[in-house]
């Protein structure tokens, strides 16, 4: 079975997003008249196929549907998908040697900063970690000579902006490659390559599916040597995802842009609600001014995102009482579902950071995030409206 003729090309790069992500990534239909592609549950393939496929750890039509899409959707050259975002951040780093260095924003992901320090660290890549909001952190990308520079943008949990375009001139002169974890943004509004980034990556469990329902991970590029060392990544470290999550996560993909503006305008009147409303003493929201780097944000990203952090001065009992209390916001880690989740740093993600060290970065006992999903705003606003009210002397 080859490829289907009639579907529209990855290359073709005249179609809004929108419109791109329905019509992209859907080979492999034959001759049978589907309109969505099945899901092909093959660990291997007959030798010759003119398609090239040999075995699944190495490339299925699910991943290459899927690599399209995102291809398009971040607008890259390539795009290679793993298991999870975890996956995707193993493959990158792995590309590394002993005596290398990765200069890292301090507030990137924790699963990223444990791999760093617990994993390869014994193999002797060294990582340092730096504020990149402070301008004078960039000139170490120069002094330090490092092999990657890896930033976030929003940062988990505070949502501070780091300037993509700024940081990626200063890498441009040097060995350094740029590695953008576009997840907490999306693919929908924040395009790192084209602010000069080296490689995007997105743990595609968040919007990109979206439903909460799989994992998964893409490595996006426009240099046709680092997808080589992506494809060899994935299978030679045996990264690749499963073809029916691949399939989910690109039926995820055809709604991500209405999703993400949904939950962008829902985060945004919500946030509106928790600074002037509810009077809350910080929340912070990349498109309200009160943001440290409100004109960043705008500049760099079409709308805020679905993130909001808020404290909410009260004691740690106070806040849970007020987290069990909502009804629509289920206490859980991740984001970027149809559902709204909350999740209470300083007992869940930090809880085994020390509280003087969880206080120095900001993270007090009473910092909630909310990853709002696409429920009507209405029934959110009076969920959370309610269950401050009913827990104020808590
Ligand atoms: C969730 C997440 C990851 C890890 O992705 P998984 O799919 O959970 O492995 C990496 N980076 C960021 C910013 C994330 O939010």
Same mark, same amino acid.
């Given at each position: 079975m080859t490829a289907d003729s009639d579907h529209p090309s990855a290359s073709d790069r005249s179609a809004h997003p929108e419109t791109a992500a329905i019509h992209t990534g859907l080979?492999?239909? $034959?001759?049978?008249? %589907?309109?969505?592609?099945?899901?092909?549950?093959?660990?291997? &393939? +007959?030798? /010759?196929?003119?398609?090239?496929?040999?075995?699944?750890?190495?490339?299925?039509?699910?991943?290459?549907?899927? $690599?399209?899409?995102? %291809?398009?959707?971040?607008?890259?050259?390539?795009?290679?998908? &793993? +298991?999870? /975002?975890?996956?995707?951040?193993?493959?990158?780093?792995?590309?590394?040697?002993?005596?290398d260095l990765v200069l890292a924003e301090e507030n990137v992901y924790g699963c990223t900063?444990?791999?760093?320090?617990?994993?390869?660290?014994?193999?002797?890549v060294r990582t340092r970690y730096v504020d990149f909001t402070d301008r004078a952190n960039w000139e170490l990308i120069e002094e330090l000579d490092p092999a990657l520079v890896w930033i976030e943008s929003p940062t988990n949990p505070l949502l501070k902006i780091i300037d993509i375009q700024g940081i990626a001139e200063v890498a441009k002169g040097t060995n350094a490659s740029l590695v953008v974890d576009n997840t907490f943004a999306s693919s929908i509004l924040q395009h790192p390559l084209e602010l000069g980034a080296d490689l995007t990556l997105i743990s595609t469990t968040k919007y990109t599916n979206g439903h909460s329902d799989c994992l998964g991970g893409a490595v996006c590029t426009n240099s046709d040597e680092w997808n080589e060392k992506m494809i060899f990544a994935q299978?030679?470290?045996?990264?690749?995802?499963s073809p029916f999550d691949s399939w989910l996560v690109a039926?995820?993909?055809?709604?991500?842009?209405?999703?993400?503006?949904?939950?962008?305008?829902?985060?945004?009147?919500?946030?509106?609600?928790?600074?002037?409303?509810?009077?809350?003493?910080?929340?912070?929201?990349?498109?309200?001014?009160?943001?440290?780097?409100?004109?960043?944000?705008?500049?760099?990203?079409?709308?805020?995102?679905?993130?909001?952090?808020?404290?909410?001065?009260?004691?740690?009992?106070?806040?849970?009482?007020?987290?069990k209390k909502l009804e629509y916001f289920t206490m859980a880690e991740s984001l970027g579902g149809i559902e709204s989740l909350v999740c209470h740093p300083a007992s869940m993600t930090h809880a085994s950071v020390p509280r003087e060290v969880r206080e120095q970065v900001g993270i007090t006992d009473s910092l909630v995030r909310f990853s709002v999903g696409i429920e009507h705003i209405d029934d959110l606003i009076a969920d959370v409206r309610e269950a401050l009210a009913a827990t104020a002397d808590a």
């Open positions: 080979g492999f239909k $034959g001759d049978t008249g %589907a309109v969505i592609p099945p899901v092909y549950m093959t660990s291997t &393939f +007959a030798h /010759g196929n003119p398609e090239g496929f040999d075995y699944t750890r190495s490339g299925n039509p699910n991943f290459r549907n899927l $690599g399209e899409q995102l %291809a398009i959707l971040e607008k890259a050259a390539h795009a290679q998908v &793993f +298991a999870s /975002g975890v996956s995707a951040i193993t493959a990158v780093i792995s590309t590394l040697k002993s005596g900063y444990r791999m760093l320090a617990q994993v390869f660290e014994k193999f002797g299978k030679a470290l045996g990264l690749q995802p039926r995820g993909a055809r709604t991500e842009a209405l999703r993400v503006q949904r939950h962008s305008e829902n985060a945004l009147a919500l946030a509106t609600f928790l600074e002037n409303e509810a009077g809350l003493p910080l929340v912070r929201y990349p498109f309200l001014e009160s943001h440290p780097q409100h004109a960043l944000a705008k500049q760099q990203m079409s709308a805020g995102g679905g993130i909001i952090v808020a404290d909410l001065g009260r004691s740690v009992e106070g806040t849970v009482a007020f987290l």
